[in-house]
């Protein structure tokens, strides 16, 4: 918007009928250092108004065709003619014109005769005004800048998406059209962030923006709008959040077409500083007026339906549904739970025995949490589990459970139980924040436990991740004397090369395979090689959900060391396991 005065001598725009009166303007002005350009009439100037964005216009009252007055009218009307200074040309003395002359809009005026040094100062210092003028607009831009749009990317903010929302949507009503607001978060940026750092994090996030602008602006549904009005419509509400909104919407499809564009413009890799990064998104639409009319309810509702598509599998979108907004207070209410039970320890520990599958004794337990809700009842580990770690609080809580699994360690030996080895399931979520072996250490130094007789379960994803981090944290721990056994082996990565990279113990067969063994052969061949290649690397081999004699047998003659299940037991409270052991049975004779 600023003027490059600066940059070139300023260009005088001089409008007279009279040749002689413009010559002498245009010496006198020169002779000042100006550009000057002519036009013998009000239709001439205003002609080329657009063209020449002079700097300045000196106009004469009177004229043929369009006088001073209207010509300076219509250069007002002008896009870029509302603050352009104009200076009338009066007659001497003459009240009337100058009053008409400042009704039509006019900067300034001066009489005739003109006093030619007077003009060349009186256009310096209109200039001059006009400069400090645009300062100031600038300035006022740039305060606006920083209060409406993203600083990092250039998108708007959330106050500016909010503004220009809510002026679409009164327009929309009027209208009688439909509109879609996005809301899209990134899949995995956290991991991202603290794995590469907020600097790599940055710089993703403004290429992000710049490839979901680019999408957007070439997508049919923003083709149809004006261009210069659909700036706003694009914004960062922070974090790796983006929101979009589509006005104008033929139907709602459109808005979905929108969605998958986006993600096929995400997946191609991004690279930042030398890093190859792989990124997706999860967008949630609601839609004007189906999912509500005002801007904060389209924007929540948007907001919970990509929840939605996270819980669906990220990199992909939905639409909202009612069912959502019951679902959300649920599981709003939900969380708020699970906060207060970490935070008063309300969980249970069983124990589930593990048997040697030699002699049928127990030789273990594998712990498992259980949480009775005082509504819900008793809630799976595996619902209760991922908010957990969603809500940040898997550290405070496996805490407990290592304290817990210890206390009751020192209770069986104070008792003269004989040692018995307790799994705890490790969520792969502490590999991330580093604080496991600190608080393992911790746990097992205050409780002082036997630690050869504790053993942490991993999945095969926290190796797969193959990070030098990762050795370190299960280095440390088999320092300390824990074991280390893979949980869930053979539903996800089951590679070799984790299992000779890492110093494990154990792997725990999922009970996947142990279901099918008997009536499908290719399930026994894979229990089968999993075992061959085990007993190759010395490690313990353990069978989960083992519910029948059958399966037991069969895994016993395959050399399976350890077995787990319904057969045996299933999980059950301190006390009954400690009767188990008392009466010392063994589960040969169940089978
Ligand atoms: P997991 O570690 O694979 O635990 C084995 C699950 O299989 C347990 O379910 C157990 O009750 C069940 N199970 C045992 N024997 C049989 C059987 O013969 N048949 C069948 N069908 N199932 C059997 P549970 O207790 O519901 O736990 C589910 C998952 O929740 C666990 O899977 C584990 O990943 C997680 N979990 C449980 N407690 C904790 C905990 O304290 N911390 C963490 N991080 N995760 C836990
Ligand atoms: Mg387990
Ligand atoms: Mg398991």
Request: net charge negative; with cysteine; hydrophobic share 40%.
């Amino acid at each position: 918007m600023k003027k490059t005065i600066q940059q070139h001598a300023p260009l005088i725009q001089v409008v007279d009928d009279d040749l002689a009166t413009r010559l002498l303007m245009r010496a006198s002005l020169e002779k000042a250092g100006f550009r000057v350009s002519e036009a013998q009439n009000g239709l001439v100037a205003v002609a080329e108004f657009e063209e020449l964005q002079p700097d300045a216009i000196l106009l004469d009252v009177m004229m043929p065709k369009l006088d001073g007055f209207d010509t300076c009218r219509a250069i007002r009307r002008h896009s870029n003619g509302h603050h352009t200074p104009i200076l009338m040309v009066t007659g001497l003395e003459d009240l009337e014109s100058i009053h008409r002359s400042f009704d039509s809009g006019a900067t300034d005026f001066i009489t005739k005769p003109i006093n030619w040094p007077v003009l060349n100062y009186r256009v310096k210092y209109m200039l001059r005004a006009s400069e400090a003028f645009y300062d100031v607009i600038d300035k006022q831009k740039q305060i606006q800048e920083l209060a409406f749009f993203d600083h990092l990317t250039g998108l708007a903010n959330r106050t500016m998406f909010k503004d220009s929302l809510e002026l679409l949507l009164a327009e929309s009503a009027t209208e009688e059209s439909q509109l879609a607001v996005l809301f899209m978060d990134l899949d995995r940026f956290k991991t991202i962030n603290d794995t590469l750092g907020h600097h790599i994090g940055d710089i993703l996030l403004k290429n992000v923006a710049a490839r979901i602008n680019s999408c957007i602006r070439d997508s049919d549904a923003f083709n149809r709008l004006d261009k210069g009005e659909s700036k706003n419509y694009i914004s960062r509400q922070g974090g790796d959040e983006f929101t979009i909104m589509l006005p104008r919407l033929i139907n709602p499809e459109d808005a979905s077409r929108v969605a998958q564009r986006i993600n096929k413009f995400l997946a191609k890799s991004f690279k930042v500083e030398g890093h190859e990064i792989f990124i997706s998104a999860s967008i949630g639409i609601s839609i004007f007026p189906l999912d509500g009319t005002d801007a904060e309810v389209l924007m929540k509702h948007a907001d919970l339906a990509m929840y939605h598509a996270k819980e669906k599998g990220k990199n992909g979108f939905q639409f909202y549904k009612k069912s959502l907004n019951i679902k959300a207070k649920e599981r709003l209410s939900f969380e708020n739970d699970i906060r207060k039970a970490v935070a008063n320890k309300e969980f249970k520990l069983w124990y589930q025995p593990q048997i040697n599958m030699q002699d049928g004794r127990i030789t273990g337990a594998e712990s498992l949490s259980r949480w009775n809700h005082p509504i819900l009842g008793e809630v799976q580990p595996s619902d209760f589990i991922p908010s957990i770690e969603e809500l940040g609080l898997i550290i405070p809580f496996t805490d407990w459970v290592i304290r817990q699994a210890g206390s009751q360690q020192l209770d069986w030996l104070k008792s003269g139980i004989r040692p018995i080895h307790i799994a705890v399931n490790i969520s792969s979520k502490h590999f991330v924040q580093q604080q496991l072996p600190k608080k393992l250490i911790c746990a097992v130094k205050e409780n002082s436990l036997i630690p050869n007789s504790l053993e942490v379960e991993i999945t095969e994803s926290v190796l797969a991740e193959q990070s030098g981090e990762t050795l370190k944290v299960l280095q440390d721990l088999k320092e300390l004397g824990l074991t280390i056994s893979v949980d869930d082996f053979g539903t996800g990565y089951s590679c070799l090369m984790y299992l000779k990279n890492f110093p494990i113990d154990s792997i725990k067969i999922d009970r996947f395979f142990v279901k099918d063994i008997i009536t499908s052969p290719q399930d026994a061949a894979i229990v089968r090689a999993i075992i061959a290649m085990a007993q190759s690397l010395e490690l313990t081999v353990i069978a989960e959900g083992i519910e029948t004699k059958e399966q037991f047998r069969m895994l016993r003659d395959m050399g399976c060391d350890i077995g787990q299940g319904y057969l045996f037991s299933p999980a059950i409270p301190a006390e009954d396991f400690t009767q188990l052991v008392l009466d010392d049975i063994s589960f040969n004779d169940v089978a």
